[in-house]
């Protein structure tokens, strides 16, 4: 890997940035789109034609261009001299972090206090949502039926826990939490509950008209900034790491890639999905058609017919990256005895023989190689036979195209927790090897 595309210190002072300023899949999107139009990529529309190499949407000839479809992107790069039938190296990722989501009646109180009633979106550690400062982020449908993103980055809301006092057995038996009686939100006071008060307030925010929003995506997430931890600050705490970390490294590697004027036998490509933490069954999610059409299109744009498409496909490898479980100090026993991934070890190649993760033995090899060139260590991950093993996109993205998928990441402590932790060097460290397998 050149030495100008290689990642530093500084790559992880950047992703805090990239964390603070994605409060919801769709920032995430927004921020990668910026970073790559920055890089020279251009958005091409889904709903135009793709097969004219003069119209500023064009799918084909050289060059980067991105797709965007709600919390999901799919970027690609393709180099001089690219064929139609010319493989793909594919970077996959998802936007979506757990946390909790506004009703569609989003009003509620009780007791004095005014509340916003919530959802729980995928599988948060609810207590971590506890007693913390929250802002609420997102996107809203206008009547014309644009969207506009918005962020209240301030202490807006808060779930308060209740005092020890009233619940003797918490220390003793654990705290136990009802999804719907205990997670909703306090945000002020007063016993008059105003239907479409919620959103009367974000219209206010956002300097729209009042009556003018007329759908909307919610979401809370914690306002308490990232921040490096540690005698020698060698942690990193901070949200949403799981999964905007990969994607943050991703669109680095990406954008470094392109404009590094390597010769490529193939096409880099990031993809970044919604909703993962909750299945990826969506249009935007990992097992809808989004990669499959974007990819095929792009054949097609290049003058390729369907036999193209098909040998393209075959020769197309997948680094499906998201965080996986560094060992804890204070549980150990829940590991593997054997794999005990460390934070600053380098990446992680997780392995699952029962396909909750993709990777093979002909899939490992492949990473040992990006991860040698890239001059970078890497671990091994398996689960405690005892314990369920958690997946992710790879194995969907495998079965779903027929596409040669390796599952990969960064060990994190607290995952699915509010705030999370990973080791500050890490980062780079991914982003590098992401570089030279995507260069590779």
Request: charged share 20%; net charge negative; hydrophobic share 40%.
């Amino acid at each position: 890997m050149s030495a100008s595309t290689r990642f530093d210190r500084g790559h992880t002072d950047d992703l805090m940035s990239f964390l603070a300023a994605s409060p919801s899949p769709y920032h995430a999107v927004a921020n990668a789109a910026a970073r790559l139009e920055k890089a020279g990529f251009r958005q091409v529309a889904e709903t135009d034609a793709w097969d004219a190499e003069t119209s500023a949407a064009s799918a084909a000839g050289s060059g980067g261009r991105f797709v965007l479809r709600g919390g999901a992107i799919v970027a690609w790069y393709v180099p001089e001299g690219a064929g139609a039938h010319t493989p793909f190296r594919i970077v996959g990722a998802h936007t979506d972090s757990p946390n909790l989501r506004v009703k569609p009646l989003p009003d509620t109180g009780a007791h004095g206090w005014r509340q916003v009633a919530v959802e729980i979106y995928g599988g948060p550690l609810l207590n971590s949502w506890l007693d913390r400062d929250l802002g609420l982020a997102g996107r809203l449908t206008l009547r014309n039926g644009s969207t506009r993103l918005v962020n209240i980055d301030r202490p807006l809301l808060r779930v308060p826990q209740l005092a020890i006092h009233l619940d003797r057995s918490v220390t003793a038996e654990g705290l136990k939490l009802d999804k719907q009686r205990h997670m909703q939100p306090i945000w002020g006071l007063g016993d008059d509950v105003r239907d479409g008060d919620l959103i009367a307030f974000l219209e206010e925010e956002s300097g729209l008209p009042s009556g003018e929003v007329t759908g909307w995506d919610l979401m809370t997430h914690s306002v308490e900034a990232p921040a490096f931890l540690g005698r020698d600050r060698e942690l990193l705490a901070g949200p949403r790491m799981d999964n905007l970390l990969s994607v943050h490294a991703g669109t680095a590697a990406l954008a470094a890639v392109a404009a590094s004027g390597t010769a490529l036998p193939h096409i880099p490509v990031l993809a970044a999905f919604d909703h993962e933490e909750n299945g990826s069954q969506s249009d935007s999610g990992a097992d809808g058609p989004l990669l499959g059409g974007v990819l095929e299109r792009s054949v097609f744009a290049r003058g390729g017919s369907y036999e193209d498409r098909a040998r393209a496909f075959a020769g197309t490898i997948c680094l499906s990256s998201d965080t996986g479980h560094a060992v804890h100090p204070n549980y150990a026993e829940r590991h593997d005895p054997t794999h005990h991934p460390r934070v600053d070890g380098g990446p992680i190649l997780k392995v699952n023989v029962n396909n909750r993760y993709a990777t093979d033995g002909s899939g490992r090899a492949v990473f040992a190689a990006a991860c040698e060139k890239a001059g970078v260590p890497f671990q091994s991950f398996v689960s405690n036979n005892s314990m369920p093993c958690g997946t992710t996109i790879g194995p969907i993205t495998a079965a779903r195209h027929g596409i040669r998928t390796v599952d990969i990441g960064v060990a994190i402590l607290s995952m699915h927790s509010a705030r999370e932790l990973c080791g500050a060097n890490d980062p780079h460290m991914l982003a590098n090897a992401l570089v030279a397998f995507l260069e590779n």
